[in-house]
């Protein structure tokens, strides 16, 4: 148990945005995709995700870990008027954002959806280490946590952004908690728990998070880590299940989602920014890792704020 409260005490937790959602027509998104930790909470209605359709129903929570790729039915699929490209081009015809006091009387489907990050010692996401899918949290105490970050996150009530910071923080310490009691994804915690011991594992996170525009070689990351360069790559992946390249690809990809999501930068230089020369070349991966062009991301992202 200690191992895991190191964990959580390097955890840098951050709430990011939080909306409320009513359902107009049911609608299929079939690239779901944010770089933070995603919580949905179905308030009337139901959700569905992934490629079983489960089904979220009142009450329930679901937790999409950042970086994952995931298709999601809103509202009763069997009702779906809409297909995932007309939930990017007219998204506001499917669903429409209200306030936090409109829930309770209102009979329509309504979800609602925070987004927080939760970097162990800022550098990786921890949900998305652990490489899990999508699972529904069944929680009268989380569900309780994310209503007050509803709620407060509305507020203009004096220490309103404390409370939320707070509550997210909170939130956070309860679902790892009820990963660990419901003895949920023990093997991929247990293997978490053994990489982050090793501080030079933690020096390879941290000189990536800071140079993601230089050069990455796995011979510059042997000398952060005081490793050979043959050993470097073998050493990551022994750790981290993942190849030094690959995690940092994710990372460059993480990275230009957020330039497409917070500046006007075109898409040339938000790719020299993240360390591609070739725009090609970046434009072809950012498809294979997302599913979609990089300007379409855009175009979705600036659908976000409904």
Same mark, same amino acid.
């Given at each position: 148990?200690?191992? =895991?409260?190191?964990?959580?005490?390097?955890?840098?937790?951050?709430?990011?945005?939080?909306?409320?959602?009513?359902?107009?027509?049911?609608?299929?998104?079939?690239?779901?995709?944010?770089?933070?930790?995603?919580?949905?909470?179905?308030h009337?209605?139901?959700l569905? =995700?992934?490629?079983?359709?489960?089904?979220?129903?009142?009450?329930?929570?679901?937790?999409?870990?950042?970086? +994952?790729?995931v298709n999601?039915?809103?509202?009763?699929?069997?009702?779906?008027?809409? &297909?995932?490209?007309?939930?990017?081009?007219?998204?506001?015809?499917?669903?429409? &954002?209200?306030?936090?006091?409109?829930?309770?009387?209102?009979?329509?489907?309504?979800? &609602?959806?925070?987004?927080?990050?939760?970097k162990?010692?800022? &550098?990786?996401?921890?949900?998305?280490?652990?490489?899990i899918?999508?699972?529904?949290?069944?929680?009268?105490?989380?569900?309780?946590?994310?209503?007050?970050?509803?709620?407060?996150?509305?507020?203009?009530?004096?220490?309103?952004?404390?409370?939320?910071?707070?509550?997210?923080?909170?939130?956070?310490?309860?679902? *790892? +908690? =009820?990963?660990?009691?419901?003895?949920?994804?023990?093997?991929?915690?247990?293997?978490?728990? *053994?990489?982050? !011991?090793?501080?030079?594992?933690?020096?390879?996170? *941290? =000189?990536?998070?800071?140079?993601?525009?230089?050069?990455?070689?796995?011979?510059?990351?042997?000398?952060?880590?005081?490793?050979?360069?043959?050993?470097?790559?073998?050493?990551?992946?022994?750790?981290?299940?993942?190849?030094?390249?690959?995690?940092?690809?994710?990372?460059?990809?993480?990275?230009?989602?957020?330039?497409?999501?917070?500046?006007?930068?075109?898409?040339?230089?938000?790719?020299?920014?993240?360390?591609? !020369?070739? *725009?090609?070349?970046?434009c072809?991966?950012?498809?294979?890792?997302?599913?979609?062009?990089?300007?379409?991301?855009? +175009?979705?992202?600036?659908?976000?704020?409904?």
């Open positions: 148990m200690e191992d =895991y409260n190191k964990i959580i005490e390097s955890l840098g937790i951050k709430y990011n945005k939080s909306k409320n959602i009513k359902i107009i027509q049911s609608v299929s998104n079939e690239n779901f995709y944010d770089v933070e930790n995603t919580v949905f909470i179905v009337n209605g139901e569905r =995700y992934g490629p079983e359709h489960e089904v979220v129903q009142k009450g329930e929570v679901l937790l999409i870990p950042g970086g +994952r790729n999601i039915t809103y509202g009763n699929a069997m009702n779906s008027k809409g &297909s995932s490209d007309a939930y990017i081009t007219r998204k506001e015809s499917f669903l429409q &954002s209200i306030n936090y006091s409109e829930i309770a009387n209102s009979t329509q489907e309504i979800f &609602s959806y925070i987004t927080f990050e939760a162990v010692f800022d &550098s990786v996401n921890f949900f998305a280490s652990l490489d899918p999508p699972f529904i949290i069944k929680s009268k105490q989380i569900n309780s946590l994310i209503s007050t970050i509803l709620s407060e996150s509305e507020s203009s009530s004096a220490g309103h952004e404390r409370v939320v910071k707070a509550l997210t923080e909170y939130m956070v310490v309860e679902i *790892t +908690r =009820y990963i660990i009691d419901h003895q949920l994804f023990v093997e991929q915690l247990a293997t978490n728990i *053994t990489y982050f !011991k090793d501080p030079r594992l933690i020096d390879i996170f *941290t =000189y990536i998070r800071e140079n993601l525009q230089g050069d990455l070689s796995n011979n510059i990351l042997s000398s952060v880590a005081n490793v050979s360069e043959d050993y470097v790559g073998q050493y990551f992946k022994m750790l981290t299940g993942i190849n030094p390249q690959d995690y940092i690809e994710y990372q460059r990809m993480e990275m230009a989602v957020n330039l497409l999501r917070t500046t006007k930068k075109s898409i040339r230089e938000i790719g020299r920014e993240v360390g591609y !020369k070739d *725009t090609a070349y970046f072809r991966r950012f498809k294979m890792m997302f599913g979609i062009p990089a300007g379409k991301m855009r +175009r979705r992202e600036s659908l976000m704020n409904i």
